[in-house]
């Protein structure tokens, strides 16, 4: 009998062959310092001709970094010993890191080597890095009494806030980001201004795409009944569920922003409502809904491009509630979006409505007494839909809805009135 050994199972201890990988530096995004990141990973190939035997792989600041690693299925605790990978084979590796507090107040470099020791005594590496960001974290917090939140640091919060009756929480100047299914409910009264309300993910779902982009990345913000009421200024509200839902109490929203929301963007019942320029766009439901309001609209654009569903709602939806009629004034506001028609009312006998030096994407209406100067967009027009705009971009999820100089509502001076306009 004659016996041999595979290619396969044959071992250099050459210097000159090398271990191949599928990156030389694995980028991390930026994450809130004792909060674990994704997990992210890269190939280890051996295309070297033969055989190689790892003597060791471990991380080179001996787990100090807060870096940890899974090598072929073994966590590095601190090192891995006695690899082979045969001629052709792979093996994956998968990183993760949780960051340790920093003093500074801005995003800080962290970074560590991962080290791959051959048999020849070779060594290569892979460099891990990330940015590390302190902020400060809530929990389930309660507001009882009249507070005032003003922070450069960012603030995470978990589980959600409660706004106590007879309590008035004022928020300045600060960015909240919300974990998923967190949110902030009202039943006192919420004030903010120059405040960014979003979701706490700073990774990417893809390269192009992070998930700061994607709807639905935490709760919203819900104010009950009898509610003493909200008001924004400034502010800008993103990729929540149903970003404002309120109900027979007060809202006001001065210059903020209310974007891509995974339900409505504002939905009011029987409350009062003051808008004033805004913008409230791409809502998987209405961007504004107004049932039984008393409503005054001005200098808004309702931007309707929501691109994850061709069942997107309105721009615009009001009605009578089973309570109260709907009273509605619109001035200067411009209503378009994908759909033929996406302004939709519906009125009883004792509810009114006027629209005033408008642009709207809806069925003509043809009486002196509701409508005046409106311009009335249909789908075959020059400049209709996204062509009002600076930028829509579906595919990658980046919307600029500052109106072009082409734009007939720019003439007329319709829609949100941007800093830069």
Known sequence: ML?????????????????TFTCDTVRMDTLFAQVPSSTYSFWVHNQSGDGLRLRTVRLERAGQSGFRANVDGTFLNPVVNDLELRKGDSLRVFVEVTAAENTSPDPQLLEDNLLFTLESGVMQKVNLRTYSWNAEQWHDVDITADRTIESSTPIVVYGGVNVAEGATLTIKNTTLYFHDGAGITVGGTLIAENVTFRGDRLDHMFDYLPYDRISGQWKGITVKAKAGGCEFTDCVIRNAMDALHCDSTTVVLTNTIVHNSKGFGLWAHDSEVAISNCVLSNALNDCVALL????????????????????????????????????????NTLATGYADDVVMGEVDDDSDYYFENCLLRTLEVEDAELVKDIIWEKKDDEIQGTKHFLLVDGDKLIYDFRLKEESPAYEKHIGWQSAEQ
């Open 3 to 19: 016996a041999s050994c595979s290619d396969n199972d044959s071992f250099s201890a050459d210097a000159s062959r090398r271990l």
């Open 292 to 331: 039984g309001c008393q409503a005054t609209i001005d200098h808004t654009t309702l931007p309707q491009f929501y691109p994850l569903s061709a069942n997107r709602g309105a721009a615009l939806r009001f009605a009578p509630s089973d309570k109260n009629p709907i009273e509605l004034l619109c001035t």
